[in-house]
């Protein structure tokens, strides 16, 4: 256990294979609700690590706890070797933090904005100058560059608050809820920007609720209600969804999977858009079983195939299994 | 403490202070208006009460005292009721404070060198009218008085300054005609200058507000670092509606300023440092912007006006409620104001009230940084 460590002041050593994010059952809890129920997790150097969840599952708490601005009610947290609760200051020179709602100035300028944020990380001098142009531009901002930030688009806000996360060249950045309520392309654009800084080493921790993101990510946390579920890389969390899965497109979904309820074989079913996606153990005779069952009730058959589960599906049959978990534990 | 990064706090909190320019002039010019208004709301000066005379006696003699009491302009001759029943229908209607009744006999009986009697009824009501009309009243009707014995004793024979033995030599120093204004003008301009400690105290509960609040404790930036930042661009806001304040005082209202300018002014900023500290003491603890403003003006106003010495002098506060007005700033500030403008006084006479500010402003720095965590 690190705690029987010494406390190193100096950052951790690259040639270590020390993670760069690690919680040992952190938790806490306000006056009602648990918000982060006994979370350990190990975060390495370099990694996107995807927090994914619900609302309300925890993952901005979570964020705040590591970011070292929020204390845990218990367990602890190390961000870049040094504790949240003891050595914040520390952490905080080391990261950027990006927060859910757009946390820059409104009535400064975009230049201003990261010129402000520039002193505070005491960047100077000409490395200062050539790293705010460059971060303009990279945030495609430069010919905005004085325009007030309130008066900017959803998208480029977020693209602000993301450059004056980097003006320091954080080892770590946090990131939270990054491309909620931005437009598909852009939340694209993000994700392809969030990429390069991966590939330039940097370790990510973003939280989102979109499952189609989490597979950009090296590894995935799942989180609900508070409670870390599942912690791997998106390949493997697709393969714990039980059984296999067939895709079937009915002419009359709710008919359909009225129809299919009771079938043999059939773990679970989910609605999605015009398709109706069946978990089973077994594809090859359930298949035929499907197609007539529900032609039999009278609804035609569009097409049926096998296919592999997304994301999604591994996360809500995850959550079931919980909550099933959940109801037989005594209360 | 990095001086840099106070300096770019102070210029971003500038520019929030001065780009959003209708508060950025209600900040400036408040403190202005406000006086102006204060100033007519508090001129207490009292002139031209309404009285009424009823005279029984409608002799010439009675006729020289009606005419001495409407000699100034302290008391204004309003009605001449006939009879008796008419006096109380006239009362009620306010048109008279008071109505003075000379009785049938009057001349004949001061004539004769007998004493006589001059009833006075005064509406109650308004206390300060009443007493203001019973003074002049009173004033008027010895003078009068003393020019009968005069005339009696010279009629005898007598020398006539016998009837003024002691000869009462009255001299208001720093303010000779006593006006209010004089005594008013000087305290409200004290208590103006604390509104824009009202501004300051918005400045952290409306970061928390906006949110930038969170991204900022994220950073490295020191707790002192911020709330200097913080400090230093209120202060010189406030700075800036000083002269403004004076102005209007001097010019508008004819106040004296018989004190040092340079003195006022170095005062008024360490008076505003005193407010400002108090002021983001607040805002560590409001949790909204409505919150730190409504607390402000308890702080602020309620001190100012009925602690300051403003309204209800020392003389009349128990040593408990008079201990409470010197923990506030304004309290100090008033009295700094009145010496400095009215009686012209140096540093030395206000060493005392000077030291008591800057030792709030400390105080409540020092607590300001002590509460406020950089966590959520």
């Not at chain 2, 128990?318 to 010197?326: D, H, R, S, T």
């Not at chain 2, 720095?365 to 966590?375: E, I, N, P």
């Amino acid at each position: 256990m690190t705690t029987d460590e010494p406390q190193v002041a100096v950052g951790p050593d690259p040639g270590a294979s020390q993670p760069a994010i690690e919680t040992h059952e952190l938790t806490k809890s306000f006056k009602t609700v648990v918000a982060v129920d006994s979370l350990s997790l190990r975060i390495q150097p370099g990694e996107i690590f995807g927090l994914l969840g619900p609302d309300g599952a925890g993952k901005t708490t979570t964020i705040r706890l590591l970011s070292a601005i929020m204390d845990p009610t218990g367990g602890w947290a190390k961000v870049a070797g040094f504790d949240t609760v003891t050595e914040p200051e520390a952490i905080k020179r080391r990261i950027g933090y990006m927060a859910q709602r757009f946390n820059l100035y409104g009535d400064l300028s975009a230049w201003e904005n990261l010129n402000f944020f520039a002193d505070v990380f005491e960047v100077r001098g000409a490395e200062r100058t050539e790293r705010i142009e460059r971060l303009l531009n990279f945030a495609r901002l430069t010919e905005f560059r004085d325009r007030r930030a309130a008066k900017l688009s959803g998208g480029m806000q977020k693209k602000l608050a993301l450059a004056c996360t980097l003006v320091h060249t954080p080892e770590i950045i946090f990131l939270d809820e990054p491309t909620t309520g931005v437009d598909p392309v852009s939340r694209r654009e993000f994700w392809d920007i969030l990429t390069d800084l991966h590939l330039q080493g940097i370790t990510l921790v973003v939280s989102t609720p979109y499952m189609d993101e989490a597979e950009r990510c090296s590894r995935i946390g799942l989180i609900y209600q508070g409670r870390l579920v599942v912690c791997d890389t998106p390949e493997a969390i697709k393969a714990m969804t039980e059984g296999e899965l067939i895709a079937l497109w009915p002419a009359d979904v709710r008919q359909a999977r009225k129809a299919l309820a009771g079938l043999g074989g059939v773990l679970e079913i989910q609605t999605y858009g015009d398709q109706l996606r069946v978990f089973t153990h077994d594809t090859d005779g359930l298949m035929e079983r499907i197609r007539a069952t529900v032609t039999g009730a009278g609804v035609e058959v569009y097409d049926v195939r096998v296919t592999r589960p997304r994301m999604e599906e591994a996360f809500i049959s995850l959550i079931r299994r919980q909550m099933a978990e959940k109801s037989d534990e005594p209360a | 403490m990095n001086w840099r990064r106070i300096l770019s706090i102070v210029r971003k909190e500038w520019w929030h202070i001065t780009r959003d320019k209708t508060s950025f002039g209600l900040l400036l010019l408040s403190p202005a208006l406000a006086l102006v208004t204060m100033a007519y709301a508090f001129s207490v000066d009292i002139t031209d009460v309404g009285i009424g005379v009823l005279d029984q006696d409608h002799s010439p003699l009675s006729r020289q005292y009606i005419s001495e009491l409407a000699s100034t302009n302290a008391l204004r001759l309003e009605a001449w009721p006939d009879y008796l029943e008419e006096v109380e229908p006239l009362m009620m209607r306010g048109q008279v404070k008071a109505v003075v009744i000379i009785p049938a006999g009057f001349e004949r009986d001061l004539l004769s060198g007998r004493p006589t009697g001059v009833q006075v009824v005064v509406d109650g009501t308004d206390p300060n009218t009443a007493g203001h009309a019973i003074r002049h009243i009173s004033g008027h009707t010895e003078h009068f008085a003393k020019e009968q014995i005069a005339r009696q004793l010279a009629q005898a024979g007598l020398p006539a300054d016998l009837e003024d033995p002691i000869d009462l030599r009255l001299r208001a120093w720093f303010n000779p005609s006593l006006r209010y204004t004089v005594s008013m003008i000087p305290a409200l301009v004290g208590i103006v200058l604390s509104v824009p400690a009202m501004a300051a105290s918005l400045a952290l509960a409306r970061e928390r507000e906006w949110g930038t609040l969170e991204g900022l404790i994220a950073t490295p930036i020191g707790r002192v670092e911020l709330i200097v930042g913080k400090l230093i661009p209120y202060i010189l806001a406030g700075f800036l509606s000083v002269p403004l304040c004076l102005a209007v005082a001097v010019i508008g209202f004819k106040v004296p300023f018989n004190g040092s300018l340079t003195l006022f002014l170095v005062l008024s900023l360490i008076f505003l440092f005193a407010t400002m500290s108090i002021a983001l003491f607040l805002s560590v603890f409001a949790g909204s912007q409505q919150v730190a403003i409504l607390g402000s003006m308890i702080i602020f106003l309620f001190s100012g006006f009925f602690m300051s010495g403003l309204l209800i002098p020392f003389s009349l506060m128990g040593p408990m409620l008079k201990m409470e007005a010197f923990m506030f700033p304004t309290t100090h500030f008033v009295i700094i104001s009145r010496s400095i403008l009215v009686k012209g006084a140096g540093f030395a006479a206000l060493q005392g009230f000077v030291l008591a500010l800057l030792g709030i402003g400390v105080i409540f720095f020092a607590l300001t940084v002590l509460m406020f965590k950089k966590k959520l």
